[in-house]
């Protein structure tokens, strides 16, 4: 009991101590970063999303927490609150303005014709400068940060998936190179806007593999030889490559526009390429097949049938269950990732071996231990 007490007050004590340069957070883009909004929005999201860890749905694209909750942790912070969430959230760390099913570019079609999100980059980036301006008229009152924090706030930008997957899908391949630079373009005004805004220290996140996603596996057309190693589509990564290249040429050019900010380049796409293709060698069993999903097989995914859905097909009824396991698995329900992928993006993040140019959390912050 001595010994539990001791280990006890110094947990206490360090996270007393704990100091951190940035004050608040502020989250912008689509599902990877979620934490809500798009629930707050439309809530309709069925178990057993959020089965890990909070036990219930909680908007969150995952079976517990996405990558942006893990961060939060080890910067000291409480859960970031989504912008859109009116009722329990506290925004004295920050707002978490990402929605699912976001895009970089304005969508040419509405959510329920597509399942595109209508707050696309430009809407969030307007939502926080609604949310600056009423912080700064409030001065800081109730649930809202002091009106100075804006310049020593850690701002993330990690938008782009659904442009590229929409065009692919509905344009092929061909598609990612009519789209690529007006996404990328969007990305750089949206930097510079929160520049504008007293942001100092922006962190643009790359696009993951998705030739490795086990719903565009089943849903993309291609050839078994486009299949690699760890059976992901070479082609579709191959494309991503070039997506990524533009950003971060793009990234490059506005950080030296802004020489008085820390615009940084996060390469999440070689942490979750390496996830994919070695699973075992991080704890898991399962790459490219999904834990929530329906049809077994390769992949565990039925586009008619989404995670916690039940549907009748061929004149029987369909339900997407989720695994006992998901620990072992990368892919969540074929789109998005697993909690526990998710903490290991997240320490990816924190340890800094993923930024151009480099840059180390240590030198601002106590880093907690997150898991």
């Given amino acids: 009991m001595l010994v539990c007490w001791i280990v006890l007050m110094v947990i206490l004590v360090s996270n007393a101590n704990a100091k951190c340069a940035f004050e608040v957070m502020f989250v912008f883009g689509d599902s990877n970063s979620d934490t809500g909004g798009f629930y707050a929005a439309f809530p309709s999201q069925p178990s057993p999303y959020g089965m890990t860890y909070f036990g219930k749905p909680t908007g969150r694209p995952a079976?517990?927490?996405?990558?942006?909750?893990?961060?939060?942790?080890?910067?000291?912070?409480?859960?970031?609150?989504?912008?859109?969430?009116s009722i329990g959230s506290d925004f004295r760390h920050g707002a978490n303005f990402a929605t699912s099913a976001s895009t970089a570019l304005q969508p040419t079609t509405?959510?329920?014709?597509?399942?595109?999100?209508?707050?696309?980059?430009?809407?969030?980036?307007?939502?926080?400068?609604l949310f600056k301006a009423r912080t700064e008229e409030n001065k800081g009152q109730g649930n809202l940060p002091q009106p100075d924090v804006f310049g020593k706030s850690l701002y993330?930008?990690?938008?782009?998936?659904n442009d590229f997957t929409g065009y692919v899908s509905s344009a092929g391949l061909g598609g990612v190179k009519q789209i690529g630079p007006q996404?990328?373009?969007?990305?750089?005004?949206?930097?510079?806007?929160?520049?504008?805004?007293?942001?100092?220290?922006?962190?643009?996140?790359?696009?993951?593999?998705?030739?490795?996603?086990?719903?565009?596996?089943?849903?993309?057309?291609?050839q078994s030889s486009d299949i690699d190693q760890a059976g992901c589509m070479t082609s579709y990564n191959n494309a991503v490559n070039?997506?990524?290249?533009?950003?971060?040429?793009?990234?490059?050019?506005?950080?030296?526009?802004?020489?008085?900010?820390?615009?940084?380049y996060v390469d999440?796409?070689?942490?979750?390429?390496?996830?994919?293709?070695?699973?075992t060698s991080h704890g898991m069993q399962h790459g490219t097949v999904a834990c929530c999903g329906y049809g077994g097989g390769s992949y565990n995914f039925n586009e008619q049938v989404f995670c916690g859905n039940t549907k009748d097909t061929n004149g029987q009824s369909a339900t997407a269950s989720a695994c006992n396991d998901p620990h072992n698995y990368v892919s969540w329900d074929g789109i998005h990732f697993t909690e526990a992928a998710n903490i290991i993006l997240a320490n990816a993040i924190l340890s800094g071996?993923?930024?151009?140019?480099?840059?180390?959390?240590?030198?601002y912050c106590d880093i907690q231990p997150i898991g």
């Fill in 63 to 85: 079976d517990g927490r996405v990558f942006v909750d893990f961060l939060a942790q080890g910067l000291g912070f409480p859960f970031i609150s989504p912008y859109l969430q």
């Fill in 110 to 129: 509405s959510l329920f014709t597509n399942g595109v999100s209508p707050f696309y980059s430009a809407v969030q980036i307007n939502q926080m400068k």
């Fill in 156 to 161: 993330l930008i990690y938008v782009g998936q």
């Fill in 183 to 222: 996404a990328v373009s969007q990305t750089q005004s949206a930097i510079k806007e929160i520049y504008n805004l007293g942001g100092r220290t922006i962190m643009v996140l790359n696009l993951a593999p998705v030739g490795c996603y086990p719903a565009f596996l089943v849903q993309f057309p291609h």
């Fill in 242 to 264: 070039e997506y990524n290249s533009m950003l971060k040429q793009a990234v490059q050019q506005t950080r030296g526009e802004l020489q008085d900010a820390n615009v940084i």
């Fill in 268 to 279: 999440t796409h070689s942490v979750l390429l390496e996830l994919f293709q070695r699973p």
């Fill in 353 to 363: 071996k993923s930024f151009d140019p480099g840059f180390s959390f240590n030198q």
